[in-house]
């Protein structure tokens, strides 16, 4: 039964898809980081009013950094100039929410007003991540 799904599900796929090389590779990992990055500030985003649920977001952000740099890197190896380019320009995003979490900027706002704000720039966040993701993924066709 496993084997018969196996071989129905690859007759759907396209045979270069099927093959791992390292464009692939990296626009695979780093699709599952960055997307990992910006849930993880989502997170934030909707619990900013707890402050050890902060603090957690924000060390989990602290702890990624030669991790991001290590991928921009990698990225421009692999995908291009461009492609590293735009996942540098939401490194910057992220790290600005990151930055207004750790100042508790939205909480300076009125209740609602701090609500919307929250949910604006979490959906920003989502919208930019999945532009990138976009981006690697033409790069790594394009490579």
Known sequence: MTAALLTSAVEFLPPAALEATPTTRTATRATTFIR????????????????????????????????WVTLINQVDVDLGEEASAEITLLYSYLGR?????????????????????????AQRLSDRTEAV???????????
């Open 36 to 67: 990992a990055q910006s849930q993880w500030l989502a997170r934030g985003l909707s619990r900013s009013a707890d402050p050890v649920a902060v603090d957690i977001v924000l060390s989990a952000h602290d702890r990624s950094h030669e991790r």
């Open 97 to 121: 929410i990151a930055g207004s979490l750790a100042r508790g900027a939205t909480e300076l706002l009125c209740p609602q007003v701090a609500g919307d704000v929250r949910e604006l720039l």
């Open 133 to 143: 993701v976009e981006q690697l993924w033409q790069a790594a066709a394009q490579a």
